[in-house]
């Protein structure tokens, strides 16, 4: 059975960090791709990051880019989304999702077969 644990959400002011982390448990995490998404007040979930298993190679979306970094961790099976910059746009609740995918696929909601129940990110203006 996965299971995925998100930790790390709370309230902080914009222009702060914060660090998600998402532990894994389940299948070989060697072979299983990472990913982040959001949803906030009244939105669609949206992609925010990911990090495939494979090559390691990392996928942003572009309202994220240059502020987040997603990272993966093999030996505490844990992913992490270093996010810095906040603004009060990234206020949302923040999912990981899991997948044995790799590729461009993993910009899609539809490609994660397991989800975490999410954390919440408040960034005050």
């Known amino acids: 059975q996965v299971l995925l644990v998100e930790s790390g959400g709370g309230v902080v002011q914009a222009g702060g960090s914060l660090r998600l982390s998402c532990v894994y448990s389940?299948?070989?995490?060697?072979?299983?791709?990472m990913g982040w998404f959001r949803q906030g007040p009244g939105k669609e979930r949206e992609f925010v990051a990911a990090v495939s298993w494979s090559s390691g190679r990392t996928y942003y979306s572009d309202s994220v880019k240059g502020r987040f970094a997603i990272s993966r961790d093999g030996v505490k099976k844990t992913a992490f989304l270093q996010m810095s910059s906040l603004q009060a746009e990234d206020t949302a609740v923040y999912y990981c999702a899991s997948t044995p995918l790799i590729g461009e696929r993993l910009s899609s909601r539809a490609s994660y077969d397991h989800w975490g129940q999410g954390t919440q990110v408040t960034v005050s203006s």
């Open positions: 389940g299948r070989p995490f060697s072979r299983i791709s």
